[in-house]
C-alpha cells in the first residue's frame, strides 16, 4: 500500500492540497444543498462563534486559500449540521482519498472507518474510549435497573393479589440485585481511570451515590475542578 518516491517532499504539499480540496468540495455541495450562499455560510459560523468571513470561504471553495486550520473544519461542519469526519471523508461523493502522503488512494468508506477507529489497525491505541464506551453501557444499564426497581415496588405495592405481588417483589429483587452489580462496576472503572492518571465521565444525577462527592468535580478546560 505505502509507495516511496523519489521526490516525497514534493508529495507532501500534494498530499495536503488534496486534502484540502476534498473538505472545500463536501462545503460548496453540501451549502448548495441547504439553498444557502456563501455569506448565509459565513452567518451561521459567526452565530457559533468562530467567525469565517464569505472571501474566506468563497477562496477555500476555489482552491485559492493555502490554509485549512483545525477549527473553521469543526466550525463549517457545525454550520453544514454535520461532522468534521463527514467534510474530511465525504463518502458516497468522493469515491477514493489519500489519507497519508505516499500512500495509494483507498475507498472513501474504508478510510473514514480507520479515522474514527471503527477499523481498528493493529499498531494503533484507543486510549480510553474503550472504557468510556464502557462506562456508558453501565450508566444506561444502572438506570434502566433503577427505573425497573422502582416500577416494581410500585407495582407491589398496589397489586390486587398474592401472586402479583409475589411476581413484582421478585422482579423488583432482580433489578436491585442488578442495580447494585452496575454501581460495583462502575464505582471499579472509575477507581481504573483514575489510577492511570485520567478523569472518567461525569455521573448522572440519579447516580452520585456510586462514589464519594470530592471524585465527581470534572477538571474544565483550564484544568480546574469545576464545582
Not at 486559500?65 to 468534521?84: F, G, I, K, N, S
Not at 482519498?97 to 477507529?117: D, S
Request: net charge negative; glycine share 4%.
Amino acid at each position: 500500500m505505502t509507495q516511496l518516491a523519489s521526490d516525497d517532499e514534493e508529495d507532501v504539499p500534494e498530499w495536503a492540497d488534496r486534502v484540502k480540496a476534498t473538505v472545500a468540495g463536501e462545503v460548496r455541495r453540501r451549502r448548495r444543498a441547504m439553498g444557502w450562499s456563501a455569506q448565509d455560510l459565513a452567518d451561521r459560523s459567526a452565530q457559533l462563534g468562530h467567525p469565517i468571513p464569505r472571501n474566506v470561504i468563497a477562496n477555500m471553495e476555489s482552491g485559492r486559500r493555502a490554509t485549512l486550520p483545525l477549527v473553521d473544519v469543526m466550525v463549517l461542519a457545525a454550520a453544514l449540521e454535520t461532522y468534521p469526519v463527514c467534510l474530511i471523508f465525504p463518502v458516497g461523493y468522493v469515491e477514493r482519498v489519500q489519507e497519508l502522503p505516499f500512500q495509494e488512494l483507498v475507498p472513501t468508506w474504508e478510510a473514514l472507518q480507520r479515522f474514527t477507529g471503527e477499523e481498528e489497525v493493529a499498531t494503533h491505541d484507543f486510549g480510553l474510549v474503550p472504557d468510556f464506551d464502557y462506562h456508558a453501557s453501565l450508566v444506561r444499564g444502572a438506570l434502566a435497573s433503577a427505573e425497573e426497581s422502582e416500577s416494581s415496588r410500585f407495582a407491589a405495592k398496589t397489586a390486587t393479589s398474592r401472586a402479583q405481588r409475589e411476581e413484582a417483589e421478585r422482579k423488583h429483587n432482580e433489578s436491585e440485585d442488578r442495580l447494585i452489580a452496575a454501581k460495583s462496576q462502575l464505582r471499579s472503572l472509575r477507581h481504573e481511570i483514575r489510577e492511570s492518571g485520567a478523569v472518567p465521565p461525569s455521573l448522572p444525577h440519579a447516580l452520585q451515590d456510586v462514589e464519594p462527592p470530592e471524585h465527581t468535580a470534572l477538571p474544565s478546560s483550564d484544568g480546574r475542578p469545576e464545582r
